[in-house]
């Protein structure tokens, strides 16, 4: 069984930076791309960024230019530093890694940007 443990969320005043962490565990065959969403209250859940195996990257226009995703193809462990951080960052921050056939989510990490 596959698992995924994300790390690192919190509250942090606007302008600030934190460093998500998703590790996943069990036998996991190939993992084509990892990925970052996040799902504030009352909206639906976006991409916020995204990585494939070949280290090529994807991100939200609202993001761009402040996060940057990155990933340890050893550890199966993807990460998203978030620098600049604004109050509309707050959401639930979710993890994901796919394969062929499969799909697996973390259970997400509460971000909170607020002075």
């Known amino acids: 069984q596959v698992q995924l443990v994300e790390s690192g969320g919190g509250l942090v005043q606007p302008g600030g930076s934190l460093r998500l962490s998703c590790a996943a565990s069990?036998?996991?065959?190939?993992?084509?791309?990892m990925a970052w969403y996040r799902q504030a209250p009352g909206k639906q859940r976006e991409l916020v960024a995204l990585?494939?195996?070949?280290?090529?990257?994807n991100y939200a226009d609202s993001v761009k230019g402040r996060f940057t995703i990155s990933r340890d193809n050893a550890k199966h462990t993807v990460y998203l530093q978030m620098n600049s951080l604004k109050p509309e960052d707050t959401a639930v921050y979710s993890c994901?890694?796919?394969?062929?056939?499969?799909?697996?989510w973390g259970q997400g990490t509460q971000v909170a940007v607020s002075s």
């Open positions: 994901t890694i796919e394969g062929y056939r499969y799909q697996y």
């Open positions: 990585i494939t195996s070949g280290g090529s990257t």
């Open positions: 069990g036998t996991i065959f190939s993992i084509h791309a």
